[in-house]
């Protein structure tokens, strides 16, 4: 079976650029998460997703971000506009029915000059 | 504020020693516990999942859980130069069946 498929893999721009990435969750799973990775902060879980729904979104640190899951087997996340700060590794992992444990995609290891 | 503590490391053991992974958890009553290993530059990868109270085996790898103590623990046999790593401790707080609580990580080098 295919994992948890993200695209792209590394994204390069400019801040203020707007920002999009997308997650293919596993087959059958339908809860899905989107998590940030850095050095200084470690793995942060920004938004979970069940049914499609959006379930806990506590952890988007502003408004400059957004995520959306129109269907069982594909969401995004959006930054816009960008910055600097925002540079990091992003995860998308699911799981079914919310329970563990947690299956994570390749990432998309974004950098914002 | 419930936390997951893990000695940042990096832990050095030598080629066919046994690795020692611990964590401590502050939410006394959290179910589940996964370790993750995550390679540099990859995405964490699930290497054990342990509920109850004891030792759980799988292949090299043994979870320990002792919730009185609040410690889980991962142990490696035969540690090779493959499993050097990063390895995250998650546990799932009481009150949701959702969340994972993250470790900050236990870097592991394993020395030829």
């Known amino acids: 079976d295919a994992g948890v498929i993200q695209s792209p893999r590394h994204e390069v721009t400019e801040m203020g650029q707007e920002v999009t990435l997308r997650c293919k969750p596993i087959s059958g799973h339908n809860s899905l998460f989107w998590y940030r990775q850095t050095m200084m902060r470690g793995l942060e879980l920004l938004i979970y997703?069940?049914?499609?729904?959006?379930?806990?979104d506590s952890g988007m640190p502003e408004d400059r971000f957004s995520a959306k899951m129109p269907n069982a087997s594909f969401s995004t996340l959006k930054i816009q506009p960008s910055e600097p700060r925002d540079s990091a590794v992003y995860f998308c992992?699911?799981?079914?029915?919310?329970?563990?444990?947690?299956?994570f995609g390749d990432g998309t290891r974004l950098s914002i000059l | 504020q419930k936390e997951v503590e893990q000695n940042s490391g990096p832990l050095s053991v030598p080629e066919g020693a046994i690795a020692s992974l611990n964590c401590t958890y502050s939410d006394r009553g959290s179910q589940s516990f996964f370790w993750y290993r995550q390679y540099s530059g990859k995405s964490p990868e699930l290497i054990m999942f342990?509920?109850s109270n004891g030792d759980k085996e799988d292949g090299r790898f043994t979870a320990q859980l002792n919730k009185a103590s609040q410690y889980v623990s991962l142990l490696i046999r035969d540690s090779q130069p493959s499993d050097s790593a990063t390895y995250l401790c998650?546990?799932?707080?009481?009150?949701?069946?959702?969340?994972?609580?993250w470790g900050a990580g236990t870097k592991l080098i394993i020395k030829p």
């Open positions: 997703f069940n049914n499609n729904v959006p379930i806990d």
């Open positions: 998650a546990v799932t707080p009481m009150d949701s069946n959702y969340q994972l609580i």
């Open positions: 992992a699911s799981t079914r029915d919310g329970y563990q444990p947690q299956h």
């Open positions: 342990i509920y």
